[in-house]
């Protein structure tokens, strides 16, 4: 996974960590989890904070 695949992200995101409410986490901490995902083999240059806040949105809708 790269840190454009918002969607596989959100769905792995949502199923390791099924009880935190996507709107709670910092993204610090959204940018650790991400990076240390199965699968996820990108550059961290490569993250900002629009590409955290797509992610945290995709995770919403996932559980939502």
Sequence with gaps: MK???TLDIA???SEK???V???S???T???KWVSELDGF???PKHCGEKILE???MAWIDEVG
């Design 25 to 27: 986490v910092r993204f």
């Design 41 to 43: 083999d990108d550059d």
């Design 11 to 13: 769905i792995a995101l």
């Design 3 to 5: 840190w454009t695949d």
């Design 17 to 19: 960590h099924p009880d």
């Design 29 to 31: 901490d959204l940018f």
């Design 21 to 23: 409410d996507p709107l």
């Design 54 to 56: 797509a992610i945290q």
